[in-house]
C-alpha cells in the first residue's frame, strides 16, 4: 500500500513539472511573438526620410493632420503610403541579433541600401533571409528579422508617394470653371451658366462630386508640351486650382502646373469630370 501511494505521489510530481514546463514554454511562445522592432508611437513621428545609396533623399513632413512631400516637388502624399511606413514601428520582430555578436556585413548592413529615418529613429534595411524570404533590419544595436513589406516601397521613384486626389480632402469645391461654362453651388445644390435646359441638376451635382472625390490612377511629373484649355476649381476658402488638360485621349490627363504635377485618370472617372454634352477635346 505504501508502495502505491509513492507511486501515485511520484507521478503526481512528475505531472506537476510537466505542467509548469509547458506553461512556462506557452508563455516564452506568446512572449516570443509579442516583440516589436519598436515601442515607438507613430503618432509621435513628425519628419521622414528615405535614404537610397543610389538615389536622391526623400523627405515628408507632417503639418497639422496632413503629410507633404518637400523632396522634388511640394505637394501632399498618398497617406496609404505614410502609414505603411509609420507601420514598421510597431512590427514584429522574428528573431534579434546584437550587433556585438555579429558582423553585419554577411547581412547586407554594411553599408545598407536603404535607411529610413524617423525623426531621429534610423531603420537600416539589409538582405533577406533565404528560408522564410524576411527581411534583416538594424535598429538601436540590433539586427531584427521582419516581414518584408516594405523595403520595395522605399525603392520607389517620389510619384510613387504623391496624393492621387485631384482635391484635397479638407476643401470645398463651390465653382467650376471650364472654357465656356461655370458650375457654381447654390445652396445645397449646384447651378450651371449660361443655363441649358438639357442638363439636370442631378448632373451638375454627380460632376461636382467627382471633383470632390476623384483619384487619378497615376500621378507623374508634370511636363508642359504646349498651351491648354484650363478648369478653375475654386474652394471655399477662396484659394483656386488651376489644371490643364493635357490630353483626352487615350485617356483623360489633367496637368497642375503650379504643383509640377500631371494627374492620369481612367476613362471611367475622366467622363464624370465633364458635362454630357460637350465635347472636351
Known sequence: ??????????????????????????KQKADDKNILLSN????????????RTDKEDIVFQKQGDSWFMFSFVKTRVNMARINAMLHILQSRSFAQIDVKDSPLTPYQLDPASVVLRLDDHEFYFGTTDPIDERRYVLFNNTIHLIN???????????????????????????????????????????????????????QLNSLAQAWQTGHASEVREYKPVGIFKKIIV??????????????????????????????HLDKNISKKLFLPDKNIK
Request: with cysteine; hydrophobic share 45%; proline share 4%.
Open 40 to 51: 515607438i508611437e507613430a503618432t509621435s513621428i513628425s519628419q521622414i526620410t528615405i535614404q
Open 148 to 202: 518584408d513589406s516594405l523595403f520595395h516601397q522605399l525603392r520607389q521613384p517620389p510619384m510613387f508617394y504623391v496624393s492621387t486626389r485631384l482635391v484635397p480632402e479638407e476643401e470645398t469645391i463651390v465653382s467650376i470653371q471650364f472654357v465656356d461654362q461655370l458650375v457654381t453651388v447654390v445652396g445645397e445644390n449646384w447651378a450651371l451658366s449660361p443655363v441649358n435646359s438639357t442638363i439636370e441638376n442631378k
Open 234 to 263: 475654386t474652394f471655399r476658402n477662396g484659394r483656386t486650382a488651376g489644371f490643364d488638360v493635357i490630353s483626352t485621349t487615350p485617356n483623360l490627363v489633367l496637368g497642375r502646373s503650379d504643383l509640377g504635377l500631371q494627374y
Open 1 to 26: 500500500m505504501q508502495k502505491r501511494l509513492l507511486t501515485i505521489l511520484c507521478l503526481l510530481i512528475v505531472v506537476g513539472i510537466l505542467t509548469t514546463f509547458f506553461i512556462l514554454s506557452d
